[in-house]
């Protein structure tokens, strides 16, 4: 198989080839298939480009005279040859188009995932502790640990996805009219334009609290519409649904960073706190799992948050292989 020159091809699809060269480039297409497959290939990537030029903003005209400008600085006296092919149109539009990937790529890589949302799912995962990531539409999502979602927010998308796969969530989302925001648990589907809430999935449960704005929560058909300070609890086995008012607001330790306990039951924070730290804390007698606490603790050390505690309410609090014991 003989290779044609591009340059000749493009020359061609441009109609600028005299009589001999068009017949001898339609012979070298017509004698052998790999032949024609590498015509068909230029002529891809030049019809391609043309259709990019058309839908970029970048002025063809005005990219050539700034390459023209760099050309004529690095090249004092270029032979006739090479200057007939830099005043080429095929030329003139490789540096349109050079122009236009290279700037897409420098903007891309100041987005976040590098703007890989746009034509692909990316992956979100923490380990062991929270994170803070914003998505490429502006809204922010704080990730408690071990948890695992993927997002996309394609061009020509109808609405933003977001797929929690387990673990939860603190959402605060860029409010778009004309895109909605839509997180799928294994059933459950909810909808927002533009707020800020909590999403939790854990074996068949789904709980979700809103802090701000409202969200719609869709299970098997049935939905539900919740408001700030609602909380619902959803049964993703049997599509049950329960509205309440949370009993605290100790589900949002890992974004304010602070356990806040206002006059709730000893046992609902030590329940926060073994979450929080894969620890092993059991009440020892019965009585003191209804005892109100009110303090705020910060997300930080196991072992001074547990000194506050017992001095808070005067109790003793001892540890003996791993187990720690409130008493």
Request: glycine share 4%.
């Amino acid at each position: 198989m003989e290779t044609m020159n591009e340059e000749k091809l493009i020359k061609y699809l441009l109609q600028e080839s005299d009589s001999e060269e068009t017949k001898a480039i339609q012979e070298w297409i017509a004698e052998d298939d790999a032949n024609k497959k590498q015509f068909e290939e230029v002529q891809w990537i030049w019809n391609s480009s043309k259709v990019l030029l058309e839908k970029s903003e970048v002025d063809e005209n005005q990219a050539w005279q700034r390459f023209t400008q760099l050309r004529d600085k690095k090249v004092a006296a270029p032979e006739k040859q090479n200057q007939r092919f830099l005043q080429s149109n095929w030329f003139r539009v490789a540096a349109a188009i050079t122009l236009i990937f290279v700037s897409a790529w420098v903007y891309s890589a100041f987005l976040p995932q590098s703007g890989r949302a746009y034509y692909s799912s990316v992956e979100l995962q923490s380990a062991d502790s929270p994170i803070e990531v914003p998505l490429l539409d502006g809204t922010a999502i704080t990730l408690n640990k071990n948890t695992s979602l993927s997002y996309s927010q394609k061009f020509l998308g109808k609405q933003r996805n977001v797929s929690l796969e387990n673990g939860e969530a603190f959402f605060d989302v860029k409010r778009n009219e004309n895109k909605p925001f839509v997180i799928q648990t294994e059933k459950v589907q909810i909808t927002v334009l533009g707020t800020s809430f909590h999403v939790k999935t854990a074996g068949n449960m789904t709980e979700v609290i809103v802090v701000t704005g409202s969200v719609q929560i869709e299970i098997e058909g049935k939905k539900e519409v919740l408001k700030p300070d609602e909380k619902l609890s959803v049964n993703q086995e049997t599509g049950e649904m329960e509205k309440t008012l949370p009993s605290n607001k100790l589900y949002n330790y890992y974004v304010s960073k602070k356990f806040q306990a206002d006059r709730i039951p000893l046992e609902e924070l030590v329940k926060a706190l073994n979450e929080a730290y894969d620890a092993n804390i059991e009440i020892a007698r019965a009585e003191l799992r209804t005892l109100p606490i009110t303090t705020t603790l910060e997300y930080g050390s196991l072992s001074n948050n547990l000194d506050v505690i017992r001095e808070t309410l005067n109790l003793k609090i001892s540890q003996v292989d791993g187990k720690i014991s409130i008493e």
